[in-house]
């Protein structure tokens, strides 16, 4: 899982071009990956009043899926994973990337 971070100035239009359009193009070519989902922070919302805010924000969130991190290392470092990471830079600022457990509850 993935927080996104755009260029600074850069405007919602040309943000969601490069990553809905050029980067799930580019994405869409990772040796190994079973699922890429994107979503676009639209609204931040205010946690509980007793509870400190992180005061980060970010414009996206993704999730890749990948049947180990073996075969994600290997999608990162294919030909592919290499003009992601290239392509990245030319519409994002910082990253922030989690490996997680998935929990489902409901």
């Known amino acids: ?3 996104l971070y755009a ?3 850069m ?3 040309a943000f ?3 990553w809905f359009v050029e980067h799930a193009g580019i994405v869409a070519r990772f040796p190994g990956i079973r699922g ?3 979503h676009l922070v639209t609204e931040r919302l205010p946690g509980p009043a007793h509870i400190a805010d992180a005061g980060v924000d970010c414009q996206g969130v993704l999730e890749m899926w990948f049947d180990s991190i073996a075969e994600m290392d290997a999608a990162f470092a294919s030909p592919a994973g290499r003009d992601g990471a290239a392509h990245a830079g030319t519409f994002l ?3 922030t990337t989690y490996v997680v457990d998935e929990i ?3």
């Open 104 to 106: 489902v509850v409901v």
């Open 7 to 9: 260029k600074a100035g």
């Open 16 to 18: 969601r071009q490069h």
């Open 93 to 95: 600022d910082a990253i």
């Open 36 to 38: 890429y989902h994107q």
């Open 11 to 13: 405007s919602g239009a």
């Open 1 to 3: 899982m993935t927080l």
